[in-house]
């Protein structure tokens, strides 16, 4: 991890995804200049948006001598686990793979329910996961509080899934002889 940006700080990047979805309405609150420079303040000094197919082109950024974050974007990538990997903070779409991918990687996962879906269950999901501390939750209005809140020692780790109880029932179902 002793990957430095050009002004030899530690490299800390902070993904954001929204999947296969548009969801401009996240990807144009985290090219807002106050949340870029409150996650500066936090320490952070990439931010990556995989932007989906949303139509808002958020602006790219070199970063600077006066701190501030460098700034990409791409659309879609064959695999996002290699982004995931290298973030140091993940801001995602409520999307169930998104959230468990990043959860059993271990990474701060800040959760942003995309209020315009019709159903409910993505919010559902982020908010129970919120409320057992194993990420945040926010809406588009309000990420910025929700960062400048965070406290990242707070969330507790994913427990792995034990599939033992499964595997048992599928073998006693089939006639296999328990263990």
Request: glycine residues 8%; charged residues 20%.
């Amino acid at each position: 991890m002793g990957e430095t940006d050009d002004g030899g700080k530690p490299k800390r990047i902070v993904f954001v995804t929204v999947g296969t979805t548009c969801f401009d309405a996240l990807v144009r609150v985290v090219d807002n200049q106050e949340v870029k420079e409150e996650l500066s303040r936090k320490g952070y000094t990439h931010l990556l948006i995989q932007m989906g197919r949303g139509s808002y082109i958020p602006t790219k950024s070199g970063g600077g001598q006066d701190g501030s974050l460098a700034v990409d974007y791409f659309t879609f990538s064959s695999s996002i686990a290699d982004h995931l990997r290298s973030a140091s903070l993940v801001v995602s779409h409520a999307g169930s793979g998104s959230i468990f991918e990043t959860l059993q990687l271990g990474k701060p996962l800040i959760v942003v329910v995309n209020e315009d879906l019709m159903d409910n269950h993505q919010s559902e999901l982020a908010e129970e996961l919120a409320e057992r501390k194993h990420l945040l939750c926010a809406r588009p209005q309000t990420l910025y509080q929700t960062i400048t809140d965070m406290n990242l020692e707070s969330l507790l780790p994913y427990p792995p899934a034990d599939a033992t109880p499964v595997t048992k029932l599928i073998n006693s179902f089939l006639g296999f002889p328990p263990d």
